[in-house]
């Protein structure tokens, strides 16, 4: 599904990413953990080809393409999707509006016809339903007055919708509460399925305990040290990230 | 006509000359005091010329351009354009009248004033001169102003193809009224550009309520000049919205003066969309003068190529508890420029003044420029006022999160620029025009993607 192999990324004139190999299968939930600094959001940045994050070095293959020439949205018609660390508002763009212009812009680029209004609405509230997304939430403009757990929500509600065959969670479990983070884990969850593999990015071990993944690496100074089962998370959470340094240099 | 080539850097001589030629045909040529009144504001504007730069007012919009074409007064054009069709805005059956005019000419067989309530006066100048001459006598007195205000002087002395508008005290029309002013399809002899010189007359009585939609438009790439002066009053609890949409031809030049008056309880609310003319110029002069008035002043300016857009305030606050909000939104591509001087006067006495005024500017180029100018004056206690003026980029973050979604840049680019005109727009309360308007930034979207490619 996914393969890094000796990924280097700068950004502006630092390096940040110095070698990272990375292998997802098909179905399989990956989670990356790493203290601040170490990489984790330029990582995702870089999958997602944002500007400014400029590959110095090795390949990225998605699906067996290079994912690297790739815009960002032909990336997410490919099936990459990017959840965000920090969803942008978007003020003066109602969120039905914008996820309607999402996916069918996706959907154009995969080949499949577009939804009109009707259809596209009995879509939305079927999947807005299962995630618990009020409809005035679908009227607002884009997470504009949304409370953190609801700009996360909006963000599953966008995957579920997009169908994506990889799905890069960014430090999904910042700024929620308990509560709210099981709501968008089991969001989530409810998402796994044998075709559509997940990179879950995150500083904690917290969002593993909802997110369980089949394995986890640790990625410090730029490059993937140490992989294991999700037993890993658990050892990283008690000795904490210190105990690596000496393996990332 | 040849002589009027080699106008001097203030246009002066060749005013004059062409007034000569003019003054016979001009609306009122038999009618002494308007004979009065336009030689008066003629020797105004003899004695200071257009503006220029050196005028504080005028620092960043020049009219050198102007002074150098050999404009002729388009009363003394030979043949109308008929065959044009003139773009209109709102439905016919969704308007209380429309006045057409093609090249400053009435053109009465696309003009009809169907559901207009009795009692209105709505007429084009020369008609109102032979059927309320004292009314509009009355109106261009009450006002005069011509001193040191040398284009409002100029629009005196010319004063041709306008408009009167008065709704009695208490009547409401429903419907707005619609004012579609095509130019820039004839020249007059010997090919030169016309110089049209429009007076706007609305006045709205005591409690009566009126919307007035003016449609400045030019198909086109011919040189003309049209120098608009709008004379509003709002009576005490009446009120007015006014529409402007500003869709001038790419080398027309463009300046209204705007003067409105707005009483107690009046509500003025006035919004200009300025898409059109090489150079363009809204030169607003609002007094407050009644308690409790309040005034809406907003706008969008969507700019690209070398085009120039000024848009030029003054809003008196001279009694208390008086309202505005001003909000302005504009969208400046390629080397064109876009200029905004908004002055907020609070005058001594005019306490629990209420007074709000932006102006925010998206630069999609490297070339786009603004000068934003936003001044409160206040010689007041407790009042509430606030101004701001900001200049920025589409949103980086915003436009990556579209695209990582699958909207392509084109349409992310769009869809913020949508967005970001959207709370001006939303002060249009006319659902038919802020639809026709939002239509309106897409079409110019869509010019702008052409143009690039």
Redesign the interface.
């Known amino acids: 599904m996914l393969e890094i192999r000796n990924l280097h990324a700068r950004v502006q004139d630092a390096e940040i990413l110095k070698g990272l190999d990375l292998s997802i299968g098909p179905g399989e939930v990956h989670a990356v953990m790493g203290p601040n600094g170490s990489g984790k959001s330029t990582l995702s940045y870089v999958l997602a080809g944002r500007d400014g994050y400029e590959v110095t070095e090795g390949t990225v293959r998605f699906r067996g393409r290079d994912l690297l020439e790739l815009d960002p949205e032909e990336r997410a018609g490919e099936g990459v999707f990017l959840a965000f660390q920090y969803p942008v508002e978007i003020p003066g763009v109602a969120n039905t509006t914008f996820l309607r212009e999402s996916l069918n812009a996706v959907r154009r680029y995969r080949g499949e016809p577009e939804l009109d209004a009707i259809k596209f609405l009995k879509v939305l509230r079927e999947r807005a339903r299962k995630l618990g997304v009020a409809d005035d939430m679908l009227k607002r403009a884009i997470n504009v007055g949304f409370s953190g757990g609801e700009k996360k929500r909006n963000e599953v509600l966008q995957m579920a919708l997009l169908e994506p065959a990889l799905a890069v969670l960014d430090e999904t479990d910042s700024g929620l509460d308990v509560d709210a983070l099981r709501t968008v884990a089991d969001g989530v969850n409810a998402l796994r399925s044998p075709d559509r593999s997940m990179l879950v990015i995150t500083h904690y071990q917290r969002l593993l305990h909802y997110i369980v993944p089949d394995v986890v690496h640790v990625l410090m100074g730029g490059r993937i040290i140490r992989s294991g089962g999700a037993e890993l998370a658990l050892e990283v959470e008690e000795k904490g990230y210190g105990t690596y340094v000496g393996e990332a240099a | 006509m040849n002589s009027m080539i080699g106008a001097t850097a203030t246009g002066v001589p060749s005013w004059l000359r062409s007034h000569e030629d003019a003054q016979a045909r001009l609306p009122g040529a038999d009618r002494p005091w308007l004979c009065e009144r336009r030689a008066e504001a003629l020797a105004a504007f003899a004695a200071s010329g257009l503006p220029t730069r050196r005028n504080e007012a005028w620092k960043y919009t020049d009219l050198k351009a102007l002074g150098s074409v050999p404009l002729m007064p388009a009363v003394t054009m030979p043949e109308p354009a008929t065959a044009c069709p003139v773009p209109t805005v709102l439905a016919d059956d969704d308007v209380a009248a429309r006045l057409v005019f093609v090249d400053g000419r009435v053109r009465p067989d696309l003009s009809h004033s169907r559901d207009l309530p009795a009692g209105v006066v709505f007429a084009d100048l020369t008609a109102g001169l032979s059927r309320h001459e004292a009314l509009l006598e009355h109106c261009l007195g009450h006002r005069n102003g011509i001193t040191g205000r040398s284009l409002l002087a100029l629009n005196t002395a010319f004063m041709d193809g306008g408009f009167m508008l008065r709704v009695p005290r208490g009547v409401r029309i429903a419907k707005p009224i619609e004012i579609d002013r095509l130019s820039g399809q004839a020249r007059g002899s010997d090919g030169a550009p016309l110089a049209h010189h429009p007076r706007i007359i609305v006045w709205i009585e005591d409690g009566a309520e009126a919307t007035v939609l003016e449609n400045w438009a030019g198909g086109g790439d011919a040189v003309y000049f049209n120098n608009a002066v709008a004379d509003v009053w709002v009576g005490n609890a009446a009120r007015l919205r006014h529409y402007r949409l500003q869709d001038e031809g790419a080398a027309a030049f463009h300046v209204t003066t705007l003067r409105a008056e707005v009483g107690r309880d009046g509500d003025y609310e006035t919004f200009s969309f300025s898409t059109g003319a090489r150079l363009s110029r809204l030169d607003a002069d609002i007094g407050l003068a009644g308690t409790g008035a309040h005034v809406g002043f907003g706008g969008v300016f969507m700019m690209r190529g070398r085009q120039h857009c000024d848009t030029t305030s003054v809003i008196d606050h001279h009694v208390p508890h008086t309202a505005c909000r001003e909000v302005f939104k504009g969208v400046i591509d390629g080397n064109a420029r876009g200029v905004f001087q908004g002055r907020l006067v609070v005058h001594p006495g005019a306490d629990k003044t209420d007074g709000q005024q932006s102006c925010r500017t998206l630069l999609l180029s490297d070339g786009a420029e603004i000068d934003a100018k936003p001044e409160l004056e206040i010689y007041a206690d407790d009042v509430k006022c606030s101004h701001g003026a900001t200049a920025g980029q589409l949103?980086?973050?915003?436009l990556?999160?579209?695209?990582?979604?699958?909207?392509?840049?084109r349409?992310a680019r769009r869809?913020?620029i949508?967005?970001?005109?959207?709370?001006a727009l939303d002060q249009i309360s006319l659902p038919a025009l802020r639809t026709r308007l939002t239509e309106r930034v897409e079409e110019w979207m869509r010019d702008r993607r052409e143009e690039h490619e």
């Open positions: 949103d980086d973050n915003a990556f999160f579209l695209r990582a979604r699958g909207i392509d840049e349409t869809l913020l949508e967005a970001f005109l959207a709370d």
